[in-house]
């Protein structure tokens, strides 16, 4: 696909400069303001297609992608101007603003330089084009709280980001502190965040006067909230991403028909991802979808008023569990070092699964205690849930608790499994409940989506010798492109923590080859099929059985423990007295017998007597004509076999069944 480069024609390369002037770029470099040129703070950026868009990423001169948190990744602008002159792979230069530097940038979108008049003349500092000669970036010192983003507004940033620097000059002035203007224009860009009801802007139609809070409350408190919570926590069982956002859009919708409310909202939740802010109209059309979709809305009537709602556990185990997702998600898991000396990745991918297993069970069953969650989980069960071994789950657990991830509380009775105690920071995720009486049940609106408790992706387990199987590096792969919908390979390498060149020598060969996943160019995503083809990849890799038998043995181990202390009552008691000691006597004369085989053959080698025991030992009986037959090959003379037989004392006998074949069978045991 061809990107369109300034003046709208199809090309890679996008010079520095006006759109009407295609010179090189360093015909342009005298354009930008020197103070920025002296920051060592300038990547280089190419377009990158996402999802049939061309997105803007930020890379270094080695081709390798560059991020805004990582100071290495950056360079001088001498260096970053030089390597966009020498190669074509770029589209142009860009300037990271990071709390290390005083910069922050402005980007007002779809205006001309008149319709922004106002707002240059506020800033009254270094301006110019966006690469697209739609919008203006202005350039200012300034610093902000946070950044923010309002699709078709603009955005405004002071750290955590990158601008595109084109040269194209709107106003050429100095770089200027303007605090006082960039307060203006942040309030100017949220103006309608968390605004009383009567002074928020209209909704598309007659909707509600609810709080954000009040809408949690009602969506949590429902008879499905369960189901919401596990949506809202970025959870649940969806063929992808875009589908999971259109469902919690969905759900938001039927209490609130505020655009912003509902996009507001939905940035709160476990389901936010990078997609939202790199596709300007994405969100915008998710929650546009939901709203034109409703056939009810939600009413005030037969509601209790919810600013006397009284927060309940349940509600805070939920809150709880959310977070602990949200981290769970954003942890390094390849870099884990727990009790070791260094990190190593199979480690931590052992420890995700075990962690996930255990966050699982606290949304089930777990309770609130102070500002932790605490969940009861035995070891083996938790073992053939994270599909491990319990000596495997023992390390991981300490590993996790030098993490800092969880407390682990030896059980109190022998009878009990110990406790998980997981630090969940519950302060800031429940601060936008509310208190008060109690809440009265009410069905939630939206879809009726029966979300289960996890995520469906079962856990998968590490290669054994002389059995290759995907492993837990994989799950976590399956586990992101089930979050986020396809990606592309850079872009799942950064969100793994892999090399891209590792993904793609390593890892994605044997997702396709076991046709899991699919990739197009360079982005991968899950196939239509992908789940009937991992339970065929488990069965053919013998994870189903491994699990099978691991879930056997446990039971056992379960049932022999529980038992340890009863005698069932048909149990055969021993024998004692005289049928004790015919017993020992048939099992010495047994061995003797064998000592005395045994003896023959060291002493004479294989006889045709020593031959016939052996044979009959592993067969239990077998044809005459056939014995002869293997005796003959074996090298001995076949009509010493009969004779053999019956010195033995073994039992011959004619089968009808087998046309009257003579057969032999083994010697009967003596008894004395």
């Known amino acids: 696909m061809d990107l369109p480069d300034t003046n709208g024609s199809t090309g890679h390369r996008l010079p520095l400069g006006t759109p009407e ?57 001498e260096k970053a101007l030089e390597a966009y002159e020498r190669d074509d792979f770029f589209n142009g230069v860009g300037f990271v603003f990071h709390e290390g530097n005083p910069y922050a940038g402005a980007d007002i979108d779809d205006v001309t330089e008149d319709q922004a008049e106002e707002w240059l003349d506020r800033f009254d500092s ?43 000059v709107v106003r050429d002035l100095p770089v200027r502190d303007a605090q006082d203007a960039a307060e203006e224009y942040y309030a100017y860009l949220r103006k309608d965040d968390q605004k009383p009801p009567d002074q928020r802007a209209p909704a598309s139609f007659d909707s509600p006067d609810l709080e954000d809070s009040e809408i949690l409350r009602l969506l949590e408190d429902a008879t499905n909230g369960h189901e919401f ?11 992808s991403g875009s589908e999971r956002d259109l469902s ?37 059309d998710t929650v546009r979808k939901a709203i034109g979709g409703l056939t009810d809305t939600y ?180 586990d992101r492109l089930l979050r986020e919908g396809a990606m592309h390979v850079d872009e799942l390498a950064e969100a793994t923590n892999k090399r891209t060149r590792d993904l793609l020598r390593r890892n994605l060969p044997k997702l396709e080859a076991a046709g899991i996943v699919s990739r197009e160019d360079n982005t991968v995503g899950l196939t239509a099929d992908w789940r009937e083809a991992l339970e065929r990849k488990r069965e053919a890799d013998g994870e189903i059985e491994a699990e099978e038998r691991d879930r056997n043995k446990y039971r056992e181990q379960r049932e022999n423990y529980r038992n340890r202390d009863k005698t069932p009552a048909d149990e055969v008691p021993p024998l004692k007295g005289r049928e004790k000691m015919a017993e020992i006597l048939a099992e010495r004369m047994k061995e003797e017998e064998e000592q005395r085989i045994e003896h023959q053959r060291q002493k004479v080698g294989t006889t045709a007597e020593t031959f016939i025991y052996d044979k009959l030992k592993a067969l239990g009986r077998i044809r005459l004509e056939l014995l002869k037959d293997v005796y003959a090959d074996a090298g001995g003379d076949p009509r010493h076999v009969l004779s053999a037989a019956v010195r033995l004392g073994c039992r011959i006998e004619r089968l009808p069944e087998y046309g009257n074949e003579r057969f032999i069978y083994p010697p009967a045991e003596r008894v004395a």
């Open 21 to 77: 002037d295609t010179g090189g770029a360093a015909g342009h470099a005298g354009h930008l303001p020197e103070d920025m040129k002296q920051d060592p703070s300038w990547v280089l950026w190419r377009y990158v297609e996402r999802d049939g868009k061309p997105t803007k990423e930020p890379y270094q001169a080695s081709r390798r992608r560059a991020k805004t948190d990582t100071p290495r990744t950056w360079t001088t602008f």
């Open 126 to 168: 270094y301006a110019e084009m966006s690469p697209s000669g739609n919008g203006l970036h202005i350039i200012i010192k300034a610093d902000l709280r946070e950044g923010t983003n309002r699709r078709g507004l603009g955005e405004l940033y002071s750290s955590g980001r990158f601008f595109t620097m084109t040269g194209n």
């Open 229 to 239: 919570a596990m949506i809202y926590a970025g959870l649940g069982d969806f063929p």
């Open 248 to 284: 919690l859009a969905n759900r938001i919708a039927f209490y609130t028909q505020d655009a912003a409310q509902i996009e507001r909202i939905m940035r709160g939740s476990g389901c936010a991802r990078e997609k939202w802010d790199k596709h300007r109209t994405y969100l915008r």
């Open 299 to 478: 009413s005030r009537g037969g509601v209790t008023n919810l600013c006397a709602v009284r927060r309940s556990k349940k509600s805070d185990l939920r809150a709880g569990v959310r977070e602990l997702v949200r981290r769970w998600w954003d942890y390094d898991w390849a870099r884990v070092v727990g009790t070791g000396k260094g990190p190593h990745w199979m480690r931590g991918h052992t420890c995700r699964d075990v962690m996930i297993v255990l966050i699982e069970a606290a949304a089930k069953h777990g309770r609130i205690v102070g500002e932790t969650i605490e969940v009861s989980l035995g070891r083996r069960k938790l073992a053939l849930r994270a599909a491990t071994s319990t000596r495997t789950v023992h390390k991981a657990i300490r590993h996790l608790e030098a993490e800092e991830w969880l407390e682990f509380r030896p059980p109190t009775s022998e009878n009990k499994p110990g406790v998980y105690v997981m630090r969940a920071t519950l302060h800031q995720v429940l601060s936008m409940s509310t208190r008060g009486g109690n809440l009265e049940e009410k069905e939630g609106g939206g879809e009726d989506l029966r979300a289960p408790s996890s995520t469906k992706v079962p856990r998968l387990r590490w290669s054994a010798p002389y059995v290759p199987r995907l492993g837990k590096h994989n799950c976590a792969i399956i």
